[in-house]
């Protein structure tokens, strides 16, 4: 029996889902697919950026990979532009690359920082990318030009961001989330200290731009609301702890059509929730390694996770000729990602 055990914790894909070929060489720093097909971007320590197109019919997923381009160090964000054109890339060698993925193009340098780019999102709504550092800045870019539109100082290092437009959140070191409203940019609409007294992590916007969620290094999520007389709804809930073992929140998803949420974290499992009803939905099985990062596809029936090492306990835990690097698809059941009622309540939310 011992022997069973020690097998199946060593499982990285006990939830059965589709294994995407022939994935990073090192750790997957984040994930995006593309808003118009299923184009699934993958940025990694190995300073790739690649590229795959999920081919689904029915059950049956096929993975295909497409193309990739190279940074100088590692890679740490990436993001499609809103026409599924083009894919934007940053990292360690603190430049922005613009890929147009679609023509064949050769990707250009369109934004640049004075220290490794953590995050970035690119804003349809003003035709804008916008780009966050751990240089305390954020910087605004119009593609077309080699200087940003507008440089914002942030009071540290940024951690995460989080775009719905005319909401961002950016959360940086010192658990400060500053809360920006696009209509005006240049001026911070809220500071606010994280409802979570560890280091924030990842921060994911609700689809009805009325509030966040933050995800912390300790196992638990804020759900925050804006408006001051919203303030009663706020809470914060545990998760991805394993009795007195507490793991980082690593990922925030919502559902892009039920607007439930994921998060994932570096227990290896992945979970689903409904914020409106305080509920989790599913619960997954553990993998064997850390999910670094995931992301739903355009119209929520795929889910890709990455697993492997998050490098949370460094070089030194690291074992390169044992370490595997994994992309899974998750095809979500209704069940899983649709919003529902508290039993025993009256059915109102």
Known sequence: M???????????NPNKSIEVVQPPGDSVSSLCFSPKANFLVA???DNQVRCWEIMRNGATVGTVPKASISHDQ???CSTWKDDGTTVFSGGCDKQVKMWPLL???QPTTVATHDAPIKELAWIPEMNLLVTGSWDKTLKYWDCRQSNPVHTQQLPDRCYALTVRH?????????????VFNLQNPQTEFKRISSPLKYQTRCVAAF????????????GRVGVHHLDDAQQSKNFTFKCHREGNEIYSVNSLNFHPVHHTFTTAGSDGAFNFWDKDSKQRLKAMSRCSSPIPCST?????????????YDWSKGAENHNPSTAKTYIFLHLPQESEV????RIGTSGRK
């Open 103 to 105: 023509s064949g193009s």
């Open 296 to 308: 739903f596809n355009n119209d929520g029936s795929i889910f890709a996770y990455s697993v492997c």
């Open 74 to 76: 590692l890679v740490l």
């Open 207 to 218: 689809p009805d731009q009325q509030g966040f969620l933050v995800g912390s290094i300790e």
């Open 166 to 178: 005319p909401l961002m959140v950016v959360g940086t070191a010192d658990r400060n989330l500053i």
């Open 2 to 12: 011992s022997t069973f055990v020690a097998v199946s914790a060593a499982n990285p």
């Open 338 to 341: 649709k919003g529902k009622p």
């Open 43 to 45: 940025t990694s320590w």
